[in-house]
């Protein structure tokens, strides 16, 4: 009892100390304006003002402390049950001046009542140390002929359920459970520490592989309802380049651009490279340049490199370079309503096959995507690739896209897609995706 | 065995080359004093309070320009270029920034500036905060801030607790310059407390006057100056304007007889204008943060603008 009656006095004079401090360098200063004032009258309206601020104030700063007594002994009375906590404590307490305002100041702007005045809302505090929780759910439809395609008519692909936090002073942790209908998976789930020295960033776990830009893009946030065909046909496709590794980043400062050099190393079992021996690894290199031409023009460049273990047979291997560029522009005046991009990717595979030679293929797509109004965005896309088994073949297409945003939160995308075949037969569908993400606001890709 | 060899060679490598190059870099750049703390702020008013009591002690940079919409900044690579290199990191808080503020802080690979570290300020903190939603939110409310709106720095009262706050972290980062930190932000104080009562002298007149404005970038400001906004271009918060909301509008103008609508200049103004058609009102560009628009190139002279810009305004319109 006497200890919690203690820490009440010791609140409370620490409340009325605040009070003193904050008024006295204002009430001095309001003196040293009064005198600089000519006219006998303006000073006193400058006086009434500047009490008129004061009282504000105060009042505010009672308010506020009144609410920090109040939740600190709301914590209390959680912490433990018990007579110990009872006696009861004023919502706000006592001033020093017992004639001085009721609980709204008669005169000045300021009418705020205490709870709204609070600058942290108590609800949600249980949340606290709860991660940041959303789930993005990717729906798409597909219309016209394509015999070489397995998409249904309808098809909820994925609902990707993330959690992201701090984990402690020196990491941070994000995970991502892709349910999909192949089941339930964990599409990434890694430590990130962010506190090392010299400009290192490390992550660990399992994780999107840093080769190009398509590849490090979930679903949803590609700017088309699909993946470029040299995706599909050299880098795995939807799932492409994740797998469980190690990625070690570096910035190298220079005064000239921001250049990343990241490299990583798998397990080799994603759906590029794959292998069930532990000494066969699947390395990825990366070096990354990004300059600003202008405060609304950029150019990002990027080179990557990935090489490991195929399956097929001992010392068969795999090879892909990866060389992609992107410009943007988006006006900064006008930037909710205006944007630009333009990305491509070009992409060599060498691929080691069973008792013949290594197959050699080579792909492309070049994206361009204009915003229009604040919610729309149009965009077009070329596509070449060969196969990685068979350079021979060689499928080729083209993409235009039309995507409306109601919202931040979800837009809904249509895209007419044609694709030629090697085998000679030509695609033509139609595309419709709708995408929308409920919980904790996510960082936006750039 | 082999791999892992490999492994640790092109870690090795990698290293090398980053480590020369960053000597080179650093070579480079150490040209100016070591000694001045390296300040990033996400927006330019909070930039502007760090340059007031920082003085030469100081560099600070800002991401979010003035006149672009400072919850749509996209998180460009230059810009964790300078996240990398802060002492001290300036936010605006009550997730204005949560769009792009976590990834450049989660790549800077600076663990001065990482959330909860003695470089980062969230200056929300002792502020004073309105708009704090009570009961359920949902985001069919719109953008909704659930920790209260974050145009705050829009009250020179709480541009006095920011730069308060920013005074009190500079000391703790740099003590040996307290007492510099301490006169720059008094001198600070008593020029704004100046300003404040030629703002409110001009304001005085137009007390209670009634205006529209596009988003709720306002509330601190009319507040303030004891302002009365009786209605939003945007439906809800972050939704653009739709034409049974504009027509309610005009409607709700017409029969309360407002002759003022407030736009930041980052949204298009043909609503505002049709709706100032309609309805006789001005339409008028504040300036809602720093170098919004020319002649706001510090945090006093974005208040002598807006101040002047919207007393001049309501005396044309006889309010």
């Avoid at chain 1, 070449?384 to 039309?402: I, T």
Wanted: include cysteine.
């Amino acid at each position: 009892m006497r200890t919690w009656s203690g820490f009440r006095n010791v609140v409370v004079v620490v409340v009325v100390g605040f009070a003193v401090v904050g008024l006295c360098p204002t009430l001095g200063q309001a003196q040293t304006t009064v005198t600089k004032v000519v006219s006998a009258q303006a000073a006193e309206v400058a006086v009434r003002e500047e009490l008129d601020r004061l009282r504000r104030e105060f009042d505010l700063l009672r308010a506020d402390y009144g609410q920090r007594l109040a939740d600190l002994e709301r914590r209390l009375a959680a912490l433990g049950s018990g007579p110990l906590l009872v006696p009861p404590v004023p919502l706000v307490p006592p001033l020093p001046d017992a004639t001085a305002v009721p609980e709204v100041p008669a005169v000045g702007p300021v009418a705020v009542e205490p709870a709204s005045a609070a600058p942290q809302a108590p609800a949600g505090r249980t949340n606290t140390f709860n991660p940041d929780t959303s789930v993005v759910a990717n729906f798409v439809a597909a219309a016209g002929h394509n015999p070489f395609s397995d998409q249904p008519s309808f098809q909820l692909s994925e609902a990707e359920l993330s959690f992201r936090s701090v984990v402690d002073p020196y990491a941070r942790a994000d995970l991502y459970l892709a349910a999909s209908p192949e089941g339930l998976e964990v599409e990434e789930g890694f430590l990130t520490f962010t506190s090392l020295p010299g400009n290192w960033l490390v992550k660990m776990g399992k994780m999107r592989a840093q080769f190009g830009k398509v590849n490090t893009l979930h679903t949803h946030a590609m700017p088309t309802a699909d993946r470029p065909l040299v995706t599909d046909n050299l880098v795995g496709g939807e799932e492409g380049i994740s797998d469980s590794g190690v990625s070690v980043s570096r910035l190298l400062p220079n005064d000239l651009l921001f250049l990343e050099a990241t490299g990583e190393v798998f397990a080799g079992a994603s759906s590029v490279f794959e292998t069930d021996q532990r000494s066969r690894l699947n390395y990825v290199g990366r070096l990354r340049g990004y300059r600003d031409l202008t405060e609304s023009s950029n150019l990002d460049i990027g080179g990557s490199v990935a090489w490991g273990p195929t399956s097929g047979g001992e010392d068969l291997n795999r090879r892909l370079i990866g060389v992609d560029a992107t410009f943007r522009y988006r006006p900064l005046r006008r930037a909710i309503y205006q944007r630009f991009q333009a990305r491509t990717e070009l992409i060599w595979s060498r691929l080691d096959l069973p008792r013949a030679p290594q197959a050699k293929a080579f792909g492309f797509y070049a994206l361009a995507e204009y915003q229009f109004a604040r919610r729309w965005y149009i965009g077009s896309r070329v596509d070449r690739s060969q196969r990685a088994f068979d350079a021979a073949s060689q499928d080729s297409g083209g993409s235009v896209f039309l995507s409306f945003w109601p919202s931040e939160f979800s837009q809904l995308r249509g895209q007419y897609r044609m694709t030629k075949y090697a085998e000679g037969r030509r695609a033509h569908e139609i595309l419709f995706q709708l995408s929308f993400g409920i919980g904790a606001h996510g960082a936006h890709v750039f | 065995m082999r791999y892992f060899l490999s492994l640790v060679v092109l870690v090795l490598v990698l290293a090398a080359t980053a480590t020369t190059a960053a000597t080179t870099a650093r070579a480079v750049r150490a040209v100016p004093a070591a000694a001045t703390l390296r300040v990033v702020a996400t927006t330019e008013d909070l930039a502007s309070l760090a340059r007031e009591v920082g003085g030469d002690k100081v560099t600070v940079d800002a991401i979010a320009k003035g006149y672009q919409d400072p919850h749509f900044v996209e998180a460009k690579p230059s810009f964790i270029l300078k996240f990398s290199r802060a002492d001290l990191l300036l936010i605006v808080g009550r997730e204005l920034e949560i769009g792009w503020l976590p990834s450049l802080i989660n790549n800077s690979r600076n663990s001065k500036i990482q959330v909860g570290a003695s470089g980062y300020l969230d200056a929300s903190a002792d502020v004073k905060i309105l708009d704090i939603p009570t009961g359920q939110i949902t985001r069919a409310m719109g953008d909704v801030h659930p920790s209260g709106n974050p145009h705050y720095w829009l009250d020179p009262g709480n541009g006095r607790i920011m730069a308060r706050s920013i005074r009190d972290r500079l000391t703790q980062l740099d003590r040996a310059n307290a007492a510099y930190y301490a006169q720059r932000y008094d001198d600070f104080d008593t020029r704004l407390a100046a300003a404040e009562l030629r703002w409110d002298a001009m304001m005085a007149p137009h007390h209670g006057s009634k205006m529209v404005t596009y988003h709720r970038s306002w509330p601190n400001f009319v507040d303030r100056f004891r302002l009365d906004v009786i209605g939003y271009v945007e439906p809800k918060p972050g939704v653009p304007p739709s034409p049974s909301h504009t027509l309610t509008l005009i409607e709700e103008m017409k029969s309360q007889d407002v002759m003022i609508i407030a736009i930041e200049p980052y949204f298009d103004s043909k609503t505002p204008k049709q709706i100032g058609g309609q309805t006789g009102a001005e339409v008028l560009v504040l300036a809602p943060s720093v170098g919004g628009v020319p002649g706001t190139d510090d945090y006093i002279k974005l208040f002598d603008y807006n101040v002047k810009l919207l007393a001049d305004a309501l005396a044309r319109a006889g309010k």
